[in-house]
């Protein structure tokens, strides 16, 4: 499509047009076609996100409308019009003005964006300077009033100070700041809120809507999250392999995506509808793009392709701002309803398999010349914990509850301070040495980064023998060479694979070579630190599948460590929600989703965007950050967050209460309505 | 048997150096991942001509190594008796440049003495007069010639290198003309072609040698009439030996102890970390003073245990390396406990933990393979930094043996020379171009070593 977009269902006028852009990057004999033909519309007021997976050129679309592209990048065919101005033409210079004057941008990173030597009050005063004629000589007001448009409590404070003052969203804060400083007609935010907390998300995207409604500023948001697509976008564009396969309206997309590829993603999301049975995946990969694409880009992995589409590229089907890519009408797509194998959850048994009781696991703080301990990080403070065969517990909390570190105190993998860890009736703290070692391969760990997890100077032979080697199982080198090919085969890679390095796979057949070394030495609990939230949503359904099969092959235990609800509703029997070190509440997983009686839970979880625009949430508003470890709060650790807090709760820990079977919490508010039939069954109320 | 080999203690070290480097070119060769950087390193056309550069003065300096005693006549029983003065395949080779002595300075291709001298004429008058060289342009009857004498040797010394060069390629090429018309014009050969280039003018230079050196002193003659040009050719082998055998001798204790700190932690990082903080607050330059006069003194109060001069220039030659290793290891060990204290937070090191696999198997599976392209990229760094520091202890007395042929050693000797009126100034000269050539080259070589191998700047390209 090369037709101007014509602005004829908005009565706004476009600010930002884009025309055939392609981008391309490397070698220009055999260029990555990052950007390949993408036309859009920005008009006034409203947002469009940009949806799609890694690596499908999102980000190279903003980073080629703010020409800062990466060293061997280059725009070689386009047009980008703002507000009339083509932006391509315009020598450096100028569009210099422009960026961060007329087009504003805010990255994924607030942590590396912002200069930690420089006071933020100056970081932004320099955007105000350049882009601010108005308020160059004294900027300081004006930016005390960016801080206070952003939401930034007591601006005239935190001018002063410097990042690492600052938590993560207030950065994300000042860098909207920065970016606001310009008042900017479109704002380019690329995943704004991925490196952030659901909570801290909900709080930013609210902001960014607020600010939206006072500007008029068109925004694109970039993100790979169609729950945060849902919740913000006024106009949706789905990327795949270079091109937007599907435009559209948010609410229309979601009733009725007409692309193949959007049909699928939605199929491959996981929800507490589809328990009972495996995800839709899609199979194969994305292409690389450093080839031309004579046909359809996801031919390959089409399920409704015809005929038509073996011969020709696809057309656009329907006006530019609102079709999609494709040969076949709408009610040609014809998606077979997979036949997905059932899932089965297995009942609970009596006999925990792994029991953890008032766990503590303190880092001393030490400062001065002698090193002497002065305080502690109580990231894990009292946890109890009961894990049984066959079933998956989650473990929920937002980044520092201590969550990862309670799954590395369980394996032993950190030494506790404290607490009690038993494994099949043997107690792991007080082990130690060769029995300990022998004991291991009875409890394995898969780590969240596929990237990280795995020698990189190693075959994935030697990493997935590696367990063996060390158990001394397996027997002879040929012996254990058969049966890494069987493991591989159980997770779904060819024999192949042997002999390549890790590097050589992509980040969801990484984490499958993960999965396979930790069922080498035949596990009988796996703990599984965040291991989708690396990865994109197709390949996050593909890696569920499998682990949910061999839980029901292989009788595994899982400790699912995770901040994504949808994952845990989706997998989890059982939900422990994590707050500053503490469990404060506890039960099977239905219950906690729809019934959750701590406020910190009720918040956590209606921060979650969900994936319908129908779905009006009233989203539980948050303040502030969690406090650190090293100094919780006295009292209640939620009191000063939560909007229910009463006088004792600033005065006594609460006692963990059960208020049915199995679903525990710990709250004054909880406990108090619970009096007649309270049993105490901790006695970690001690206040601190 | 003409001769009968000799291994000195540096000889034994540069062939356990090269058994190394020969073991891990094989390893390399077998594990693609590690091939990836040095296909980087030949993608460079620096790299390229660097490496040419670098391979002539390796090259001599493995002549020089090969060490031998000539025999010299045979003994009652008709077993031959060898000569106690040890010799160099180098030193056989450019015999020439040895044995053309002159009396006294002379400058380059001068064909009479820098000094004046009572000359007796034919007829008996005596004046004071330059007199003709022993050697040097000896070959000519009208010392005036000597311009067009030396045009003439160098046109031939070019044309010589020329067809050497010429013979190399087709040689690569297996005598196929068209082989190598092809591979020439070939847009993808760029950095071979440098090297190529490299290459030509490298072998000129040797031409020019040829032709050049056997009939003048090209870089003239020192105080006692030496050669100064086989004094610099002598001069390679030490530089190179102190550049590589330092590292290889303080390779080992840095490796070991970096990632023993940075990977156990706790007591045995603080004794590591007290041993090479102490270590690096001590002046180096003071240390090695020490140690090198303390060696000094006990050589000449047991002159009867050496069997040669040589051997025990040799020993000094070695210690000095020594010792320049016990003072340069610290930088290394503090990198890779860093670099260790980084790896063993990585998820991988966790998960061999989780399997139960010891202690050692993880230092040298997980950890020593990671920190190679440290070690790597610090022993390139360093080894013009060694050369240079060579130069710098013989100049203030405290380096190699005086009897040793080294560039500080000219340049020390150069101090006084230059202080006279008129100035000799072609023994600094001499000097000074070969470091010059051969740090240029190894700095420019480790620049692209460290861009390939640094895993931070491989993923921005």
Known sequence: MSEVAKPERSPEAPVLQVQGLKTHLGASHNPVRAVDGVDLTLRRGETFVLVGESGCGKSMIALSLMRLLPPGGRIVAGEVLLEGRSLLDLPEVAMRGERGGSIGMIFQEPMTSLNPVMTVGRQVAEAVRLHDPQHAGDSRPRVIELF???????????????????????????????????????????????????????????LLKDLQRETG?????????????????????????????????????????????????????????????????????????????????FLDRCEAAQAVCREA?????????????????????????????????????????MQARNLQMYFPIRRGVLRRTVGHVRAVDGLDLDLYPSRTLALVGESGCGKTTAGKALLQLLRPTGGSVRFDAQELTRLKGEPLRRLRRQFQIIFQDPASSMNPR??????????????????????????????????????????????????????????ARALAVEPRLIVCDEPTSALDVSVQAQVLNLLKELQQELELSYLFITHNIAVVAYLADEVAVMYLGRIVEQGPVSVILNQALHPYTQALLSAVPVP????????????????????????????????????RCREAYPPMVEIDAGHRAACWLVSEGQDEQVSDISSKGESE | MPFQPVILATDALVYLLILLAGISAFYTHRHEHLQMPWRQVGRSRTAMGALVVIGFYVV????????????????????????TEVMSVLDWAATPLREHREKTYSAPFSTHLYMRETVELPDGSKVRDYPRLKWGGAHLADPDDAAMDIVQRSLLGILVGAGLWLGVLLIFARGRWAVMRGWWQDPAHGPQRTAAWTLLVMLSLVGLSLTLAGAYHVFGTDKVGEDVFYQSLKSIRTGLV??????????????????????????????????????????????????????????????????????????????LCLILGVTSWTSLCRLLRGETLKLRQLEYVQAAQAFGVGHFTTLMRHILPNVTHIVLIVVVLDFSGLVLAEAVLSYINIGVDPNTNSWGNMINSARLELARDPVVWWSLAAAFVFMFALVLAANLFADVVRDAFDPRLRERS
């Not at chain 1, 797509?333 to 925990?352: F, G, N, Q, S």
């Open chain 1, 458 to 515: 190693m075959l994935v032979e030697d990493i997935v023998a590696e367990g063996m080697v060390a158990q001394g199982l397996g027997g002879s080198r040929a012996d254990r060479r058969q049966r890494v090919a069987r493991l591989l085969d159980q997770v779904g890679l060819p024999e192949a694979a042997l002999r390549r390095y890790p590097h050589e796979f992509s980040g969801g057949q990484r984490q499958r070579i993960a999965i």
């Open chain 1, 612 to 647: 319908d625009p129908a779905h009006h949430r009233s989203v539980l508003r948050l303040e502030g950050d969690m406090p650190s470890p090293a100094n919780p709060p006295v009292g209640c650790h939620f009191h000063e967050r939560c909007p229910r807090a009463e006088a």
């Open chain 1, 313 to 353: 590229p696809p057309p656009w089907q329907g006006s530019p701002g609102d079709g999609y890519r494709c040969h076949l009408a709408v009610d040609q797509i014809h998606l077979e309803a997979p036949v997905l194998p059932p899932r089965r959850h297995a009942a609970k048994t009596d006999r925990p398999l």
């Open chain 1, 148 to 206: 206070r448009q952003v939401g930034i409590p007591d601006p005239e404070r935190r001018v002063d100070e410097y990042p690492h003052q600052l938590s993560g969203g207030m950065k994300q804060r000042v860098m909207i700041a920065i970016a606001l400083a310009g008042r900017p007609r479109v704002l380019i935010a690329d995943e704004p809120t991925t490196a952030l907390d659901v909570t801290i998300q909900a709080q930013v995207l609210e």
């Open chain 1, 217 to 297: 500023m068109a925004i694109m948001l970039i993100t790979h999250d169609l729950g945060v697509v849902a919740e913000t976008g006024d106009r949706v564009g789905v990327m795949y392999a270079g091109q937007l396969v599907e435009t559209a309206d948010v609410r229309p997309f979601f009733a009725q995506p007409r692309h193949p590829y959007s049909r699928k993603l939605f199929r491959a999301l996981p929800g507490p509808e589809k328990r009972d049975q495996g995800l839709d995946i899609i199979p194969g990969m994305v292409p690389p793009l450093d080839q031309p694409f004579p046909l359809c880009r």
């Open chain 2, 242 to 319: 102190i550049g590589t055998l330092t590292t290889l001798v303080m390779l080992p204790a840095a490796i070991l102890l970096g990632i023993m700190a940075g990977y156990f932690r706790g007591w045995v990082d603080d004794v590591i970390q007290y041993l090479y903080t102490t270590l690096s607050s001590v002046p180096g330059v003071l240390l090695i003073a020490a140690a090198v006069l303390m060696m000094q003194i006990y050589m000449s109060n047991h002159q009867d245990e050496f069997n040669s001069l040589t051997e025990r220039a040799d020993l000094r030659l070695l210690f």
């Open chain 2, 60 to 83: 001599i300096g493995l002549l020089d190594t090969l060490h031998y005693r000539p025999a010299n006549g045979t003994d009652a029983q008709g077993n031959p008796r060898y000569a």
